[in-house]
C-alpha cells in the first residue's frame, strides 16, 4: 500500500469518527465507517448500468436498525455524497487551469461535485491538508446550502461552482445534526 493511499484510508477513518460524533454527540457510539472500496463498488455499477445507491461517497452507516437515530442517519447518506480528501497541495486560490499541481484542491471538487451530481445527492468534500499543518481541516459545500458558520469563504470557480469552505471544527460546533439534515433534505 502506498504512502498516500494509507493517509487517505487513515483520514477516511478520522472522518468517520469525526461524523459519528457529530451525529451521536458522544465519542462511545460509532454510526460512520469508511466504504471498504471507497467507492470503487459505485464507479464500477455506474458502468454497468446499475444502481448504486447507498454506495457512493467513502462513507457506510454501521448503525444497527434499532439505534434511535438510525432514521436520520441514513438520510444524510441518502441526501450528501460525503466524501474525504487528504490532500498534499492545497492552494485555496484555485485559479491557474494550466497548473495542475496547483489546482489539487480544484480538480478534487470538481470531481465530488460532478459525482454528486450524478447521484442526485449533495456533494460535501471534507479535506486535510498534509503539506502545512497550519491549514485545519476544512469542509467545502455547496454555497446554498443552509449552514451554520461565522467564517465562511465563497468561491465561485469560472462560472461552474459557487462553494463554500468552512473549517470543521466550526462546523461541527455550530450545526446540530438532525437540523442540518432536515433543512437540506
Not at 471498504?36 to 464507479?43: C, D, L, R
Not at 439505534?67 to 490532500?87: A, E, G, M, R, Y
Amino acid at each position: 500500500m502506498t504512502n498516500s493511499k494509507k493517509k487517505g484510508g487513515n483520514y477516511e477513518r478520522d472522518v468517520a469518527r469525526m461524523l459519528s460524533k457529530w451525529a451521536t454527540g458522544t465519542d462511545e457510539v460509532l454510526c460512520f465507517w469508511r466504504q471498504i472500496s471507497s467507492g470503487s463498488v459505485s464507479t464500477i455499477a455506474k458502468k454497468n448500468n446499475k444502481n448504486a445507491s447507498g454506495l457512493d461517497g467513502d462513507f457506510i452507516c454501521v448503525a444497527e436498525s434499532d439505534h434511535p437515530k438510525f432514521q436520520i442517519l441514513k438520510q444524510f447518506l441518502q441526501t450528501f455524497f460525503v466524501d474525504s480528501k487528504c490532500l498534499g497541495n492545497i492552494h485555496l486560490m484555485m485559479t491557474n487551469p494550466k497548473n495542475q499541481k496547483s489546482n489539487q484542491l480544484l480538480n478534487e471538487i470538481k470531481k465530488v461535485f460532478s459525482e454528486a451530481r450524478s447521484s442526485d445527492k449533495i456533494p460535501m468534500l471534507i479535506c486535510k491538508a498534509t503539506n502545512d499543518k497550519k491549514i485545519d481541516d476544512f469542509i467545502i459545500l455547496p454555497l446554498n446550502i443552509g449552514v451554520s458558520a461565522y467564517n465562511n469563504i465563497f468561491y465561485r470557480i469560472y462560472n461552474e461552482l459557487s462553494l463554500q469552505l468552512i473549517l470543521c471544527s466550526e462546523f461541527f460546533e455550530r450545526n446540530d445534526f438532525d437540523d442540518f439534515v432536515n433543512q437540506n433534505k
